[in-house]
């Protein structure tokens, strides 16, 4: 009773005021159409009050959280019309309502303000979740897919400049990928995911009536966690369709794919398709875009700072309206990258951030997230324990759906297909995952087969994929191990066609290979599926069926750090499956290389390269950052000398693969087959800035004779991050010599160029985009390449080997590379391995100052946050703290 009472004066308020709000606008010119529009938005929405005074509770079912939630939006709304008419400037003088200082045209000016209208935005959202939980019974959001309204679409009109900024940033299209799960996954069964609008702490969070703008659902491994933001991203879509400026964003992780798994990858997503639905909004990417030759412009795509700052340019515009950003899988990015993310979107949601009520942030994951690295406070929904009853629920209109379908197929009874349902749903126990396991084990089968199968199947998971795997015939072992090592560690999924080729042997036909491909998977329905992914091909893209796990759970079982086999270990044994990752990473490296040396001669004279063409692209990107995941010392010395051919200067290898690697980057398809200085010098240049992720961009200066051939095996491995090639090149030729023809020519031309060009301390400092002549980079010794490139594991081989040598005596540009990349790790190894330590300002030229003069928030909080040995002085951060108040405040 108290609960209602308290909603009936909540309701009774507001219809108070927005009563008197529509008197005063009726006082105004009607036929204004910013005016009229805001009398028949202020009148519907005091019927709808006075709906809620009458009848509080619209439904009998409504619980005490319910009805809290029903009074906060109503004392929400009452706070949102009182700004309004203050902005106004209203005052009730005995029922005259009457404007103060500004006049009539001083409140036709105010209505037409960003302010007011995002007041009266905020207000309209108000009342359609107010109708929305009223009308709503663990149903979707019909009032809404029921109207005219559709999502934005995806503008197509966009000038030259504008597309080459859009195709930097793209890896994938979010809707497509949403469409493709939904298409692997099978449809979302009716009512299921329905149950989650209608929880308190979803209403609180969409309504914006609550404390936190920030959501998450958690839940263990296949609770249904990606099929409930699939659902939630399209009933925010038809939401955000009602209103005029709302945008809904959303990102699909996957651990599988190296353009879904990475806090880049994910600001890289949301930004292209923030773009796409809002080009207006597209010119702040482009002010941090620089031209570079030929009319180019480069993005630092794998900087997080510049697209955290583009990302939190574009939610904060004043046309922006209110931005809702859904990311799944947070959980399937590396450790880095859920901590960037957590902290970035953090300082969105903060309460300091004045921009916070327009953007608001869901995110689905396994563990929950730790407050003490999340210093927002986010509302949670736990699968595991919150909502069991309802994925209970959920899994029990999955397999009942699946149930009847085969129920009909086979010609089962009403009463087995009725044992069956209940079965399955008491062994699922709320898990999605091991329900589409179960009912895939099941098609097919007869009663009878079906009541043993039923029988047999353990609630255990990794058991399920361990039968599956015992399954497999003794003579499709080996293949499928093959199968099963390429897509756990590919660095995106992997079509038909490449899979073929690359577990494929010298005995088969490419035919024969496809053939013995497609009768493998067939033993792998319950580990493998395929799924439809967006690749990028020549300057467009294509859309291609790839092979990956049904699952994240089966990378998790097959990956062991170690298995140790005995002799009495025959290929019978489950664990003839797992993989190793140092093992199966210089497995696939040598592939790589082995495809590298047959197809890039082909491609280079001409002939017909249909068994490589499709394939290359995948060995020639990749090769090296497998070899880059393995140990120190390779198994099989024989790979490194292989690998060396394509670092070594002059060799033929070389030559080619920067050739086809320059040609993949221009979208073309040829390699040139005449051997050229110049031709070689500008394919060097091409087939770097195609493979660097450091977002470096190399270019000619006028007068630098440098060529970039010149580049030594030692220090192409050293900026790929390649430590068993440094390693083996270390142990057999001498360093000092090894630098000496590294540098010491493109050394006089830099010095010549030098006074002509920015420094390259100040570029570095400055971040984003790195412009390095080719001079510079030549110049540039193994240690500084390797701290480019974030290489931790070379850095440490070639300081430890060769400590406090005076060839690494100038370490001011690796040290000030490494704290532009808030590398702490990189800077408390270069500091003990003899770089000066960092000092205070003197003439604000302390790095706390310039990183402030250059707006590196970034770089301002690393410092600020490092530990105190990495300082000259014990004071030395604290005096360049107080020193940088002054630059912040110039």
Avoid at 270 to 288: A, D, S, T, V
Avoid at 367 to 385: H, V
Avoid at 581 to 607: F, Q, W, Y
Avoid at 865 to 882: G, M, P, R
Wanted: proline fraction near 3%.
């Amino acid at each position: 009773m108290n609960d209602t009472t308290s909603i009936t004066t909540a309701a009774g308020r507001l219809v108070g005021i927005a009563d008197e709000a529509v008197r005063f606008f009726q006082e105004l010119d009607h036929t204004t159409n910013s005016v009229a529009r805001r009398v028949q938005q202020l009148e519907t929405f005091s019927t709808l009050a006075k709906e809620i005074e009458l009848k509080p509770s619209a439904n009998d079912h409504d619980g005490e959280e319910q009805l809290d939630l029903t009074k906060q939006i109503l004392i929400y709304c009452y706070k949102l019309i009182s700004r309004i008419l203050s902005r106004l400037e209203w005052v009730d003088n005995g029922g005259r309502h009457t404007s103060t200082q500004q006049g009539l045209l001083g409140v036709y000016a105010e209505l037409n303000n960003h302010e007011v209208k995002d007041l009266f935005e905020d207000l309209h959202r108000e009342q359609l979740c107010l109708v929305a939980f009223r009308n709503s019974r663990f149903k979707p959001l019909f009032w809404a897919s029921e109207s005219d309204s559709r999502p934005l679409e995806y503008c197509h009109a966009f000038k030259d400049h504008e597309l080459n900024f859009l195709n930097l940033l793209f890896d994938a299209d979010p809707r497509e990928d949403r469409a493709s799960l939904q298409s692997s996954r099978g449809p979302t069964i009716k009512g299921t995911c329905t149950w989650i609008t209608e929880t308190s702490t979803y209403q609180s969070w969409l309504s914006g009536s609550g404390d936190s703008r920030g959501l998450q659902i958690q839940g263990g491994e296949g609770r249904g966690k990606t099929m409930l933001a699939i659902y939630l991203t399209e009933q925010l879509e038809q939401l955000a369709a009602c209103m005029s400026t709302d945008t809904v964003l959303y990102f699909f992780c996957n651990h599988g794919n190296i353009n879904a798994n990475s806090a880049t990858a994910v600001f890289r997503g949301l930004i292209w398709q923030f773009c796409r639905l809002r080009p207006e909004l597209l010119y702040h990417g482009l002010k941090r875009a620089v031209s570079v030759d030929e009319g180019r412009i480069a993005l630092a795509t794998n900087s997080v700072e510049t697209l955290w700052q583009i990302f939190t340019a574009m939610v904060q515009d004043p046309n922006t309206g209110t931005v809702t950003c859904v990311v799944d899988g947070l959980d399937e990015c590396d450790e880095p990258s859920i901590k960037t993310l957590m902290e970035r979107f953090s300082e969105l949601l903060s309460s300091e951030n004045q921009g916070r009520r327009n953007f608001r942030v869901l995110l689905t994951t396994r563990q929950p997230f730790q407050q003490d690295n999340f210093p927002i406070e986010l509302s949670t929904i736990c699968l595991n324990s919150d909502a069991h009853k309802h994925n209970v629920e959920d899994s029990q209109r999955f397999i009942n759906f699946h149930v009847s379908n085969m129920a009909h197929e086979h010609s089962w009874s009403q009463d087995f297909q009725e044992q069956m349902n209940e079965s399955l749903t008491k062994k699922a126990g709320g898990s999605f995952l091991w329900a589409t396991l179960a009912v895939s084990g099941l098609k097919g089968q007869d009663e009878g087969t079906a009541v043993k199968y039923l029988e047999d199947l353990t609630g255990d998971i990794n058991a399920i994929y361990e039968n599956s795997l015992l399954a497999v015939p003794l003579e499709c072992r080996q293949k499928i191990r093959s199968i099963l090592t390429w897509i756990a560690l590919a660095y995106y999924p992997l079509s038909l066609k490449e899979l073929s080729t690359l577990t494929g042997d010298e005995f088969s036909t490419p035919d024969t290979a496809f053939i013995n491909l497609k009768a493998c998977l067939g033993y792998c329905g319950t580990l493998l599926m395929t799924k439809t992914e967006i690749r990028r091909f020549g300057s467009g893209y294509e859309t291609i069926e790839t092979v990956q796990f049904t699952h994240r759970s089966v990378k998790g079982f097959l990956l062991q750090r170690y298995v140790l086999r005995t002799p009495t270990d025959t290929d019978a044994d489950s664990t003839f499956f797992q993989i190793i990752p140092d093992n199966g990473h210089e497995t696939l490296a040598s592939r790589c290389l082995e495809i590298m040396e047959k197809g890039l001669k082909v491609e280079a004279e001409r002939e017909s390269s249909v068994e490589y063409a499709h394939i290359l692209p995948y060995a020639s990107r990749y090769w090296f950052r497998h070899l880059r995941e393995c140990p120190e010392k390779l198994c099989d010395e024989t790979l490194a000398k292989r690998a060396l051919t394509f670092l070594t200067r002059n060799h033929e290898n070389r030559r080619l693969w920067f050739s086809y690697l320059s040609n993949l980057r221009d979208g073309r398809e040829d390699i040139s087959p005449i051997s050229s200085t110049p031709s070689e010098h500008h394919d060097t240049i091409g087939g770097l800035e195609e493979i660097n992720d450091n977002d470096v961009v190399l270019f000619e200066h006028p007068k630098d004779t440098t060529s970039a051939t010149q580049l030594q095996a030692l220090q192409l491995a050293c900026l790929l991050g390649i430590t068993a090639i440094v390693r083996k090149i270390l142990t057999s030729t001498s360093l000092l010599t090894s630098i000496r023809q590294a540098n010491t020519r493109s050394l006089r031309s830099y010095s010549r160029t030098r006074p002509r060009s920015e420094d390259r301390l100040v570029k570095v400092k400055r971040g984003g985009v790195l412009q390095l002549s080719t001079a510079e980079i030549v110049a540039m010794t193994p240690v500084e390449l390797a701290v480019l490139g974030g290489h931790h594991k070379v850095a440490v081989l070639l300081l430890k080997r060769y400590p406090r040598r005076s060839i690494w005596k100038d370490s001011s540009f690796a040290l000030a590379t490494a704290v532009s990349h808030c590398d702490e790790d990189m800077v408390q190894l270069l500091i003990e391995a003899g770089a000066p330590k960092l000092k205070a300002s003197r003439q604000l030229e302390g790095p706390i100052c310039i990183a402030v003069i250059n707006r590196r928030l970034d770089v301002v909080k690393f410092l600020c946050c490092s530990e105190a040995n990495i300082w000259a002085q014990s004071n030395s951060k604290l005096d360049e703290v107080d020193t940088s108040f002054t630059v912040s405040f110039q």
